[in-house]
């Protein structure tokens, strides 16, 4: 692991606290992405976030600060193959948006995260998040594809991923629904039989980086990353 470019730069990128490490314009403005902090802050944000946004999520419970913080923690800043940047315009936190899922074996990793938490203004500003985010993985990170998942019936997110950043479908993932003490979660299914069905399933699409810089030459030259 230790030789390997995803890991290091991954960490690396980790330990840059209060650093701008991926710039792009939006209107008139600069967006920003930085390594999510731990403050009161961010914790209460992502925590609104994630009860607002209930549906989007696997495991379906009332977040509480406590429990982000510990998420926070032990889910993504303790894993290796795994960064969340927040998104902020002019010192204002706007969303999140990630890195997630490495696979060694074909040199690939997920985007993940992908959040919106404040509506107003900034058209087309996750499109332009999520094709910064995927320059930075490829570039940077040293990737061989990216890929995502998501919910069949997050038509907002599913048009992100395939109409507007290029994502290529090459999988349906079907879920049923399991009830836990605190709400339910969704897993994983294996059909066995041709009456068998999801209750629901996810998307799965995948890009390569020839692809990828194709149908984003253009825009891709506005984007800056920090140089350390």
């Not at 990216?146 to 879920?175: C, H, M, Q």
């Amino acid at each position: 692991m230790s030789d390997n470019i995803f890991y290091n730069k991954l960490q690396e990128t980790k330990n840059c606290d209060g650093i701008d490490i991926i710039k792009f314009p939006i209107d008139d403005n600069i967006a920003k992405l930085s390594v999510v902090d731990n403050s009161d802050d961010t914790i209460r944000l992502l925590t609104e976030w994630r009860n607002e946004f209930f549906d989007a999520y696997f495991d379906k419970f009332t977040a509480t600060e406590d429990r982000t913080k510990k998420w926070l923690k032990e889910q993504v800043m303790e894993k290796a193959d795994r960064i969340l940047f927040i998104i902020s315009i002019d010192g204002k936190k706007i969303g999140h948006i990630g890195v997630n899922r490495y696979i060694q074996k074909n040199n690939s990793a997920a985007i993940d995260n992908v959040l919106r938490g404040i509506r107003k203004d900034y058209p087309g500003l996750m499109k332009n998040a999520s094709i910064a985010i995927m320059k930075w993985m490829f570039d940077e990170l040293g990737l061989t594809k990216i890929t995502f998942e998501a919910w069949s019936d997050n038509y907002k997110a599913i048009n992100l991923y395939t109409s507007l950043v290029g994502f290529r479908l090459v999988s349906k993932i079907p879920f049923r629904r399991s009830f836990t003490d605190e709400g339910w979660e969704w897993i994983k299914m294996t059909l066995k039989t041709d009456d068998d069905y999801g209750q629901r399933y996810i998307l799965r699409g995948e890009i390569k980086p020839e692809e990828f810089y194709e149908l984003h030459r253009e825009s891709i030259n506005n984007i800056e990353f920090e140089k350390k």
